[in-house]
């Protein structure tokens, strides 16, 4: 049964870092498309990190890159994305998810929700100013 629990959500002030983890289970971690997508109140789920463990290919949109890094757990099959310098933009909820591996060879298919088949209940980010 495959699993995706996110943590490490939070509030914090604008310039300061968050370190979200997706602890997974259930599917062949190095082989699967994996990837960080964020959902505002009204607004549509987007992408913000992709990675494919195998070869460690990473994709960001324009809004993110610098800011945001995607990476896994050195240990365990635990995504991980580092968020640095916070801006109020980037609160959203977050989550995580999971899918076969091709998705990866593309960017914009690697940061396109209906791509993605195994999603976390998400962590909620709030950035005040």
């Known amino acids: 049964q495959v699993q995706l629990a996110e943590s490490g959500g939070g509030s914090v002030q604008a310039g300061e870092s968050l370190r979200l983890t997706c602890a997974t289970s259930?599917?062949?971690?190095?082989?699967?498309?994996m990837a960080w997508f964020r959902q505002g109140l009204g607004s549509q789920r987007e992408g913000v990190a992709a990675?494919?463990?195998?070869?460690?290919?990473?994709y960001y949109p324009d809004s993110v890159k610098g800011r945001l890094t995607i990476s896994r757990d050195n240990v365990e099959d635990t995504l991980v994305l580092q968020m640095d310098s916070l801006k109020p933009d980037d609160t959203s909820m977050y989550f995580c998810?999971?899918?076969?591996?091709?998705?990866?060879?593309?960017?914009?298919?690697?940061?396109?929700?209906?791509?993605?088949?195994?999603w976390g209940q998400g962590t909620q980010v709030t950035v005040s100013s």
């Open positions: 990675l494919y463990p195998a070869t460690k290919t990473t």
């Open positions: 259930g599917f062949p971690f190095d082989n699967y498309c």
């Open positions: 998810a999971a899918t076969t591996g091709w998705v990866c060879l593309y960017a914009e298919q690697a940061l396109d929700a209906t791509r993605y088949i195994h």
